[in-house]
């Protein structure tokens, strides 16, 4: 299968988040647990947007997952459009096991999805964010998982790529069948835009969380 990259370009070059400055309110309640940093502060669960909740359990009937926000040297976002829904993109993600960490579920559905194993973790959004399916999606997944969510809940990672573009390849490492398509580095602005609608407002959250490592420095 060859790999197709795309080159999708803004409609006029804006920076990033022009009208939400990231000393603003809508940035200040998005607190960042770097990887082997204590933050200084934990803001509490009442205090974030009600798609999010505290990390010490995902809210119930919603089903476990990690996100992968995947970022180049040029600050650019991995995103894919996936196979089963038509000019769909997103970012990687995928279930947690049972009994698995989310740090080891992160690196595992990255390189299961994309075959990238050259990532390091950057930082992480330390509270789960929800999507619930629309009812069509639903119903799919209940058939194909077995189970009946609501939607899904996710741990977000924030990871830097620190391989070549070769290394990428969308039948991943061959253990699970291939979801995705086509690929291409976009801005936050543009992951955003093609996603789904029912994931916009999660990849917003995200978006705003991992701002600062998205400035040019």
Not at 59 to 70: A, S
Not at 115 to 135: C, K, N, Q, R
């Amino acid at each position: 299968m060859a790999l197709c990259r795309f080159a999708i370009f803004p409609k006029s070059p804006t920076s990033f988040f022009p009208n939400c400055p990231l000393n603003s309110p809508e940035f200040m309640h998005l607190p960042l647990l770097l990887q082997n940093h204590k933050p200084t502060h934990i803001v509490s669960s009442s205090a974030l947007h009600s798609s999010s909740s505290s990390m010490e359990s995902a809210p119930e009937g919603y089903r476990r997952n990690v996100g992968v926000c995947l970022i180049n040297p040029s600050k650019k976002i991995f995103a894919a459009s996936r196979l089963d829904i038509p000019n769909a993109w997103q970012m990687p993600q995928g279930g947690i096991d049972e009994g698995e960490d989310p740090k080891s579920a992160v690196i595992r559905e990255l390189r299961e999805e994309t075959g990238v194993s050259s990532a390091e973790i950057l930082a992480e959004v330390p509270y789960w964010l929800t999507y619930d399916f629309p009812p069509e999606v639903r119903e799919k997944l209940k058939h194909q998982w077995g189970s009946d969510w609501k939607g899904q809940a996710q741990k977000w990672f924030l990871l830097k790529f620190t391989g070549k573009d070769e290394e990428i390849n969308l039948l991943g490492d061959g253990t699970e069948k291939a979801e995705f398509g086509e690929w291409s580095w976009m801005s936050p602005e543009q992951v955003i835009e093609h996603a789904v609608d029912f994931k916009k407002p999660v990849y917003k959250e995200v978006m705003a969380a991992f701002a600062p490592y998205f400035q040019e420095s």
